[in-house]
C-alpha cells in the first residue's frame, strides 16, 4: 500500500496499519483535546462461499478510543466501523483498535500498565 506524504507522517502517530483499513474525515482541537474521525474502507470481508450473493452497507457504528496525549491535550481517535449484510449474515470486519476490556489504543494501555 502507497501512502501519501501526509499518511506516512500521520501514520507514526495512529494505530499501526490504520490507512490499511481507514481513511480520515475529519479532525479538529479544543483547548483540551484532539479529535480525529477515521471511516473504515468500503471493502466487506467476502470469502468465497459469499461469491456471486449480494453485499448491502448496514451503515457504521463508531468506537472512540484515548491515545497518547500530545501536546497537552487528550487524543480521541474515533474509528467508524461499517456493517455490510451478505444474504441473513451480517458482516464486520475484526480490526483490532483497542485494546480488550479498554477504550485505549493497545500501545497507550500497555504504557500505562507498565508506568503505573
Known amino acids: 500500500m502507497h501512502l501519501t506524504p501526509e499518511q506516512e507522517t500521520l501514520s507514526c502517530f495512529l494505530p499501526e496499519k490504520t490507512f490499511q ?11 483540551t483535546h484532539i479529535n480525529i474521525v477515521l ?3 468500503n471493502v466487506p470481508p467476502l470469502e468465497k462461499r459469499h461469491k456471486g450473493c ?6 457504521f457504528y463508531d468506537i472512540t478510543i484515548s491515545d497518547f496525549p500530545a501536546r497537552g491535550r487528550q487524543v480521541d481517535l474515533t474509528f467508524r466501523r461499517r456493517r455490510w449484510q451478505v444474504g441473513d449474515e451480517l458482516l464486520t470486519r475484526d480490526i483490532p483498535i483497542a485494546a480488550e476490556g479498554t477504550r485505549l489504543e493497545l500501545e497507550f494501555a500497555l504504557f500505562l500498565k507498565e508506568h503505573l
Open 39 to 41: 471511516e473504515e474502507k
Open 21 to 31: 483499513y481507514f481513511d480520515i474525515i475529519s479532525g479538529g482541537k479544543t483547548d
Open 54 to 59: 449480494p453485499v448491502k452497507s448496514k451503515g
